[in-house]
């Protein structure tokens, strides 16, 4: 008997078998798993061989779509081809026209880059979720080689129209790798992405709110003692100012990489800035702590030293703070976001330490913020060559931070 479509809908397997097969007619049958899921398959003899050919899956290819699909296979068989071999060359055909689309290059440069040793996870999956929305809807199934400079223009001009102007550099820049990742390849042979510096509207770079000023800095520490939030959020402000990390390090500090007896926080390098190779193979980033830094933990480690962060969230002790609470603490001080926001409190340091603070080379700096340097040496000297100067360093900036907070008129020395 012929199925029907309530055969269909009501078929089910035991849980006892592997499966079970409903059959229709010529060879076509619908196998349905314990689990529920239904697959048509058409059954055919090629060379006196049983095989079969799946057709797609119930509901979404209905009784009658199968059967058109196995009269369609059926012919192919009777003008001599075989349904099977025919849909892997199908495949493979896609395949290769998908290869050299920019979409299909761009998606194999990514998988290169996503692995262990290449980009981070964070910056790996904004370069891909950009290009699927910006990029690849206009030009992804063009061949590489035919994606012209004036084409790409267009794309990243709808960019360019809706204000993203920095989107439309960054998918510039994007667009490029996946070009230069063609010439090496052997899919294209030009980078049109190269020939639109220029065409886009200029970005203009705003730097992150800092309070640059001795006497306004000043002003932010005193608040810091009046504010009346959270203690935890009130501890974690002069923290930050005193240790001038990443704000994502500072809110993700744990009390097993803080050492009181040596001074020293410790922040593995998998929870540094940078690519997966240096998070999983760099060095840890050392950072002296002065005694003011430490008294302040100290005073945290009673409320919080009982977990696993210093400045756990308020809603879960399993997380860390919030990426926002010191930026909201700060807006509650009356600071706008072009006055002081919670990065600001990196370019604070730099700029003091360097204008107020003569004696103080600036690649202790550097590396107490833990930028990358070129050269032979890199980070790695850095971070091992300077300690002693860093901690001291750590420690003149908490004095100086302390006169600051205490009004005294702090005047711009002049180095030797």
Avoid at 15 to 35: I, M, N, Q
């Amino acid at each position: 008997m012929l199925l029907t479509d309530a055969d269909c809908k009501n078929a089910t397997c035991p849980p006892d078998l592997k499966r079970r097969r409903l059959t229709d007619a010529a060879g076509l049958y619908l196998e349905v798993s314990p689990a529920g899921a239904k697959r048509w398959f058409w059954k055919f003899y090629p060379d006196g061989k049983e095989s079969r050919l799946a057709l797609g899956s119930y509901p979404e290819v209905t009784l009658k779509a199968a059967r058109v699909a196995r009269d369609d296979a059926r012919k192919a068989k009777a003008d001599g081809t075989n349904p099977v071999q025919k849909r892997r060359a199908e495949k493979a055909a896609k395949a290769a026209a998908g290869a050299i689309t920019f979409e299909g290059v761009a998606r194999e440069l990514h998988a290169s880059k996503a692995t262990a040793d290449g980009w981070g996870v964070h910056h790996s999956a904004q370069w891909l979720r950009c290009l699927e929305k910006d990029v690849f809807p206009w030009l992804g199934s063009l061949p590489l080689a035919d994606v012209s400079a004036p084409l790409l223009l267009a794309a990243l001009r709808r960019v360019e129209a809706r204000g993203s102007i920095r989107m439309a550099h960054d998918l510039r820049e994007s667009s490029g790798q996946v070009f230069r990742y063609g010439i090496a390849t052997g899919r294209c042979q030009s980078d049109p992405a190269s020939d639109l510096r220029g065409a886009l509207r200029p970005f203009v770079v705003k730097h992150m709110g800092a309070l640059l000023d001795p006497i306004q800095a000043g002003g932010m520490l005193r608040a810091f003692d009046s504010y009346a939030g959270h203690p935890i959020t009130r501890a974690a402000l002069p923290l930050s100012a005193l240790l001038f990390q990443r704000p994502g390090n500072i809110r993700a500090m744990e009390w097993s990489d803080v050492d009181a007896d040596l001074a020293v926080w410790t922040i593995p390098s998998r929870e540094m800035k940078g690519t997966k190779y240096r998070k999983a193979n760099g060095r840890p980033h050392i950072v002296p702590l002065a005694p003011q830094a430490l008294a302040i933990l100290a005073d945290l480690r009673p409320l919080t030293g009982d977990g696993k962060y210093v400045f756990p969230s308020q809603r879960s002790e399993a997380r860390c703070m919030s990426a926002n609470t010191i930026t909201a603490a700060l807006r509650r001080m009356g600071y706008s976001n072009d006055e002081m926001t919670a990065h600001g409190f990196r370019a604070m340091a730099r700029t003091l330490i360097i204008e107020r603070l003569p004696g103080i080379p600036e690649g202790v700096i550097e590396a107490q913020l833990a930028h990358g340097k070129s050269g032979p040496l890199g980070m790695a000297y850095d971070r091992a060559e300077f300690m002693d100067q860093r901690r001291a360093m750590m420690a003149t900036w908490a004095n100086y931070l302390d006169k600051l907070k205490s009004g005294a008129k702090v005047l711009k020395l002049k180095a030797a």
